[in-house]
């Protein structure tokens, strides 16, 4: 079982990150928010898990030890596999699944893809007590993931792939393309710094802002 690795991101995409050690090139699956923390041609050191399947055997990487908890932790409530359990931290952070969990709040954990209101209430049970100590409880919205991005408009047009690369993956996670489309419209405008955002940037602004 692969647990770590430390090598150089060679490749990477909105969704996954290839990282080579010792001339093996390990391609890992991991939310945006993870993958934009990993700079190309640098080295790094990241936890990981390991899914195997019968048909298949996944890679995941965590940015820290409190996404890496979660994401097992997640798959303790029936109904929950480790896609699902990636496609719920991809919109809400450990520390959100954590506070929302407390108080009982389904529907902030229906903001993510595949998970109902049936689903959203058996996590609230089930995960009493588990996911308490996952980090600090804090608040995020639209500006908050914008400054944490680093990355804004002011009306600065973003180039046309990137909106495109963006709005395909929020539809590949299971929103609808109005849905996904409306919600770019909303965070670009909210952005005030000159400089546009990539794609990885974008894409986790839309996830902390998407209702």
């Known amino acids: 079982m692969i647990a770590s690795l430390r090598g150089t991101v060679i490749d990477k995409g909105l969704d996954y990150v290839v990282i080579e050690c010792a001339g093996v090139g390990y391609q890992c699956t991991g939310t945006a928010t993870t993958i934009a923390e990993l700079p190309r041609g640098e080295e790094v050191f990241v936890t990981t898990s390991m899914v195997v399947r019968e048909d298949s055997q996944t890679l995941y990487v965590f940015q820290d030890g409190d996404e890496k908890r979660a994401f097992a932790i ?27 969990v407390s108080n009982g709040d389904h529907k902030a954990l229906q903001k993510a893809p595949g998970v109902g209101k049936r689903l959203a209430e058996r996590m609230a049970v089930d995960l009493k007590g588990k996911v308490a100590d996952l980090g600090e409880m804090v608040d995020s919205g639209i500006a908050g993931a914008a400054e944490a991005s680093g990355a804004a408009t002011d009306g600065q047009a973003v180039a046309p792939d990137v909106r495109e690369q963006v709005l395909e993956a929020l539809v590949g996670l299971g929103f609808t393309e109005s849905k996904a489309g409306g919600t770019l419209d909303a965070v670009l405008a909210q952005w005030s710094e000159p400089v546009a955002p990539d794609a990885s940037a974008l894409l986790r602004a839309s996830l902390a802002a998407i209702k």
């Open 74 to 100: 997640l798959q303790s409530v029936s109904g929950v596999g480790a896609r699902l359990a990636l496609a719920i931290l991809s919109v809400v952070s450990p520390q959100e699944l954590a506070r929302a």
